[in-house]
């Protein structure tokens, strides 16, 4: 298709992404503003309505999810009065508990582990946070833009100058349909990438900018999760548990979760490392198989599933951070990494790098001056704020289960005893993708799969359906594939295709070719829910997500 003729809009941040660090970001720089404007300062001019924020999802927090118990520390810092303001908050924890599963019994530790208390804490929809901050950000004036996605990444030199948006009414074969309409190039002095994890934009960015350089890789996990209405009595409103051992392996990271958001509505799921060695390892499934262990059945048995997600998590900590500041750009929240993973917890540390990336942004545009030297003062302040002391303490946590669950509790104790040290003062960690073994190297699967009953188990595409998903399906894929003949000869031999097996959604499908001449990759791209698992756990790293046509996706309601 040849270049179309765009539409330049010239402004002064542009945000991508309105999950939880967005929101607080431009929500933070617009009282930032207005208390100056009321002041009546001297100097530039400044507006809220000069805040952009960009969203892919068709409406405001669509496309968030996650556990979700949220440590309010950082939203009583970005609005005090949250709760009389009408937060949407389930439940404060009343309860919690960490419950060691075999494959026919549990017991549960007689004492939670410190990071895994939660009292003083809330039960949460992000789905339902993102869409309160949405509000107030809204009120205070700023330009919200949902179901528009970045397509790309503006410079002028080296210097990020803004972003792209995607076309709109584009077929599956790249050429312009009737309704067709060119993206946007909103330029601006600076650009904030909060994406959420691995952000397309932000991985073109780092690899880009070289901002990676010297860090640790990310290590990621996969989190699925269903909404369940269950019948009454079975748990009470703010019970939180935690859960290691079955379905899971000693080599295989994460555990489940069961948190009742009212007496009877249940969010369970279960969250596991892509770090596994098997190619065949199906999250989906294991946590198909995690729902019949006799202790969650039995909460969930007569009960109805009402919706599904999918989510990968940001794990690696503070050594896998790339640097968060260049020139004309910032990187807060899951995009940057910044999740403690000990805790199983993002939310409060998205909403503070959020805050102080505006208070960044806001002293940047007061001095005219948003050079990289000036933007870099978003790097001191996180690391001079309770963010770098928390991410400190954990800082050898998720490497410390390189070689497995039971050496990672080793690990995990030692570092506790020196304040996040452990036997090194730096763990090092590898891709993910780099733990995969051949299948000649694992000759039996790991785990049977599931037969799903369709009542308290499902298949993926009855998971798919309760998400909310759907896309324009006459559009270009957005799961870019660089070289088939490796998915359909190479990776067959060696890996038996994992991409069918990791993707939650069953977007991946090896299918048999109208010639007969053998299996090949089918990609069924409206099935996505946005985890980005492909992009990741792809041992050949030809995999590229990016964003589909904006509005499209998921809608994770109450999620």
Not at 135 to 145: D, K, N, P, R, T
Not at 172 to 198: H, I, W
Not at 235 to 260: E, K, M
Not at 535 to 540: E, G, L
Request: one cysteine or more; aromatic letters at 8%; proline letters at 5%.
């Amino acid at each position: 298709m040849p270049e179309a003729e765009r539409e330049t809009l010239e402004t002064d941040v542009v945000i991508v992404g309105a999950g939880p660090a967005g929101l607080s970001c431009a929500l933070r720089l617009a009282k930032l503003i207005e208390q100056r404007n009321a002041a009546n300062s001297s100097g530039p001019a400044l507006l809220q309505e000069n805040i952009y924020i960009l969203e892919k999802a068709g409406e405001i927090g669509a496309h968030c999810l996650s556990g979700a118990v949220l440590d309010p520390r950082s939203l009583r810092e970005l609005v005090p009065d949250f709760e009389s303001k009408g937060a949407p908050l389930e439940s404060p924890v009343t309860d919690d508990g960490v419950h060691f599963l075999t494959s026919s019994g549990q017991w549960k530790l007689p004492v939670t582990p410190p990071f895994l208390q939660n009292r003083g804490n809330y039960i949460v929809s992000v789905n339902k946070l993102a869409k309160w901050l949405g509000s107030l950000v809204e009120s205070a004036g700023v330009s919200l833009f949902p179901g528009f996605a970045g397509s790309g990444i503006l410079y002028d030199g080296k210097r990020v100058a803004g972003i792209r948006t995607d076309d709109k009414g584009v077929d599956k074969n790249g050429n312009p349909k009737s309704n067709f309409q060119p993206g946007y190039d909103l330029r601006a002095k600076v650009t904030v990438f909060a994406e959420g994890t691995r952000g397309s934009l932000t991985k073109q960015l780092v690899l880009e900018q070289g901002l990676d350089r010297g860090v640790n890789p990310q290590a990621y996990s996969l989190g699925v999760k269903e909404l369940w209405n269950i019948p009454a009595d079975r748990v009470r409103r703010g019970q939180v548990i935690h859960t290691a051992g079955w379905p899971l392996n000693s080599r295989q990271f994460g555990g489940g979760f069961i948190y009742a958001l009212e007496d009877t509505l249940l969010s369970v799921g279960l969250v596991a490392g892509l770090d596994s060695e098997d190619p065949r390892f199906d999250v989906h499934n294991r946590f198909q198989q995690f729902k019949t262990h006799p202790f969650v059945k039995g909460l969930l048995e007569g009960g109805e599933m009402l919706r599904y997600g999918a989510k990968t998590i940001p794990e690696g900590g503070y050594f896998s951070i790339p640097a968060t500041a260049t020139d004309g750009a910032l990187i807060v929240g899951d995009a940057g990494g910044f999740l403690n993973a000990q805790r199983l917890k993002g939310i409060h540390l998205a909403i503070k790098t959020g805050m102080l990336a505006a208070e960044t942004i806001f002293e940047a545009l007061v001095r005219e001056d948003w050079s990289e030297a000036s933007l870099k003062q978003f790097e001191a302040k996180w690391r001079a704020s309770w963010v770098h002391d928390e991410l400190w303490k954990v800082r050898n946590y998720r490497q410390g289960f390189e070689h497995g669950f039971w050496p990672g509790v080793l690990h995990a104790g030692l570092q506790m005893l020196t304040g996040g040290r452990g036997l090194r003062a730096r763990y090092p960690l590898r891709r993910d993708h780099e733990h995969m073994k051949h299948l000649d190297e694992i000759p039996t699967e790991s785990a049977a799969k599931i037969k799903p009953d369709g009542v308290l188990t499902f298949d993926k595409l009855s998971d798919v359906y309760r998400s909310g998903t759907h896309h324009e399906e006459d559009q270009p894929c957005h799961l870019k594939i660089a070289d088939f003949d490796i998915c359909n000869n190479r990776c067959t031999r060696e890996y038996g295709n994992p991409c069918q097996h990791f993707c939650p959604a069953a977007v991946y499908e090896m299918e048999e070719s109208a010639d007969g001449s053998g299996r090949q990759l089918k990609i069924n791209a409206s099935n996505c829910v946005h985890c980005k698992t492909c992009d990741i756990a792809d041992p050949y790293e030809i995999i590229t997500w990016v964003s589909p046509e904006g509005g499209g996706g998921p809608r994770f309601e109450r999620m």
